[in-house]
């Protein structure tokens, strides 16, 4: 399994990025569930967002209303739309796959790389 995220980058307060997270070697992309973590230097990786194969979706408190985590099972990728970006927001930000539940405190199987966002104010 390899997950590939793409369109991290330096932006100003309030601006908007969208992350892509594109996966292969899954076999059945739909069977899983994917989501994002994000970390910053000396702290721990922090869930940020989530997509069931249910359909439920799942976001950490700091995000609600701002952050959206889409999904294309066609395309075998997966998305996270971050609108009004803070310097709080400023992390690598890793694209995360498992057969299981992925929620704050558990440690998906498949991680990728991780893409920098740096928010400056």
């Known amino acids: 399994v390899q997950l590939v995220e793409s369109g991290g980058g330096l932006v100003q307060a309030g601006d908007s990025l969208r992350l892509s997270c594109a996966a292969s070697?899954?076999?059945?992309?739909?069977?899983?569930?994917v989501g994002w973590f994000r970390q910053v230097p000396g702290k721990e990786r922090e869930f940020v967002a989530s997509?069931?194969?249910?359909?439920?979706?799942y976001y950490t408190d700091s995000v609600k209303g701002r952050f959206t985590i889409s999904r294309d099972n066609a395309k075998n990728t997966a998305y996270l739309q971050m609108n009004s970006l803070n310097p709080e927001d400023t992390a690598v930000y890793f694209c995360?796959?498992?057969?299981?539940?992925?929620?704050?405190?558990?440690?998906?199987?498949?991680w990728g790389q991780g893409t920098q966002v740096t928010v400056s104010s």
């Open positions: 070697g899954m076999g059945n992309f739909s069977a899983y569930v």
């Open positions: 995360v796959a498992d057969l299981s539940m992925i929620l704050r405190g558990t440690q998906p199987e498949f």
């Open positions: 997509w069931s194969w249910s359909g439920s979706i």
